[in-house]
């Protein structure tokens, strides 16, 4: 994908920042999930939201479902299933307490933002069915934070599957924006039983669509995708099941993109 063109009020933020007459506001560790389920021909579908046009970030692009970490996504109280904190610091070059952050987060907000629960009565089961009024009542809970996540798993005698996550990617905010995440992104597989909702919120719209779809669909200018998606979206591509996404060797470098000027006008660029 070119380098995304810059809005003119982004580009005048940029310009000062590159000046060094403004400083980059701190990036906040976040995490994001793409949601997997076999398509027709078994080929791969990837869960996509669409961000309401009023969003303060992101508006009307469209996104897999996640969030920043939230402050008691680190409590130790939260029950784990699968690689342990430590195990994820490695993976995702994070300390013990950022990894586990980050773990958290991904499973909190997928079930925020689609309803898909990524945790089981124990270390070898997996909610089925997340569509009762009860489970909506919990959702709601955690989105306004009157329920944490620890709570949340406790009170239904639930365990996070950890195992359930590939860790893909690692992306920063360019330090021209004026909101700025780092972010790691993962993969998971939709658990057998468990459908998504348009349970509504930050998004107006969402689809189900297989990645090259949602890459020829952004080339026409139907959607909106932030240099994150399209990559990732780019590489899920190639993968001719679910199988061979999960299969996939990974290797999480981090890559933040950067404003660059051609031609007079600001773009942001990804090292490829």
Same mark, same amino acid.
């Given at each position: 994908?070119?380098?995304?063109l810059l809005p003119a009020e982004l580009a005048?933020?940029?310009?000062? &920042?590159?000046?060094?007459? =403004?400083?980059?506001?701190?990036?906040?560790?976040?995490?994001?999930?793409?949601?997997?389920?076999?398509?027709? !021909?078994?080929?791969?579908?990837?869960?996509?939201?669409?961000?309401?046009a009023t969003m303060a970030f992101a508006a009307?692009?469209?996104?897999?479902?996640?969030?920043?970490?939230?402050?008691?996504?680190?409590?130790?109280?939260?029950?784990?299933?699968?690689?342990?904190?430590?195990?994820?610091?490695?993976? =995702?070059?994070?300390?013990?307490?950022?990894?586990?952050?980050?773990?958290?987060?991904? &499973?909190?907000?997928?079930?925020?933002?689609?309803?898909?629960?990524?945790?089981?009565?124990?270390?070898?089961?997996?909610?089925?069915?997340?569509?009762?009024?009860?489970?909506?009542?919990?959702?709601?809970?955690?989105?306004?934070?009157? =329920?944490?996540?620890?709570?949340?798993?406790?009170?239904?005698?639930?365990?996070?599957?950890?195992?359930?996550?590939?860790a893909w990617a690692h992306w920063i905010t360019?330090?021209?924006?004026?909101?700025?995440?780092?972010?790691?992104?993962? &993969?998971?597989?939709?658990?057998?039983?468990?459908?998504?909702?348009?349970?509504? !919120?930050?998004?107006?719209? &969402?689809?189900?669509?297989?990645?090259?779809?949602?890459?020829?669909?952004?080339?026409?200018?139907?959607?909106?995708?932030?240099?994150?998606?399209?990559?990732?979206?780019?590489?899920?591509?190639?993968?001719?099941?679910?199988?061979?996404?999960?299969?996939?060797?990974?290797?999480?470098?981090?890559?933040?993109?950067?404003?660059?000027?051609?031609?007079?006008?600001?773009?942001?660029?990804?090292?490829?």
């Open positions: 994908m070119p380098g995304m005048a933020r940029a310009r000062e &920042v590159m000046a060094g007459r =403004l400083q980059p506001v701190p990036a906040r560790d976040a995490a994001t999930v793409v949601l997997l389920r076999p398509g027709p !021909g078994g080929r791969p579908q990837v869960y996509l939201l669409r961000r309401k009307g692009a469209y996104v897999f479902p996640g969030g920043s970490v939230d402050a008691r996504d680190t409590d130790q109280a939260v029950a784990w299933a699968g690689p342990s904190p430590a195990e994820w610091a490695e993976v =995702l070059h994070a300390d013990e307490a950022v990894a586990r952050g980050l773990v958290c987060a991904a &499973v909190r907000e997928t079930f925020e933002e689609s309803g898909v629960l990524l945790a089981g009565p124990g270390p070898d089961s997996v909610v089925d069915d997340t569509t009762g009024d009860d489970w909506e009542a919990d959702r709601l809970a955690l989105i306004d934070r009157s =329920l944490s996540f620890a709570e949340f798993l406790s009170r239904r005698g639930l365990v996070l599957r950890t195992d359930l996550l590939k360019p330090e021209v924006e004026a909101r700025r995440y780092d972010t790691r992104f993962f &993969v998971a597989v939709l658990p057998e039983g468990q459908r998504t909702r348009d349970v509504g !919120g930050e998004a107006d719209r &969402v689809v189900w669509q297989r990645p090259a779809e949602a890459i020829d669909l952004a080339h026409r200018g139907e959607i909106f995708l932030m240099p994150p998606t399209y990559r990732t979206l780019s590489e899920l591509a190639g993968c001719a099941g679910v199988a061979e996404v999960l299969a996939t060797p990974r290797e999480i470098v981090t890559i933040m993109p950067r404003a660059v000027e051609v031609d007079g006008e600001l773009r942001l660029e990804v090292a490829s």
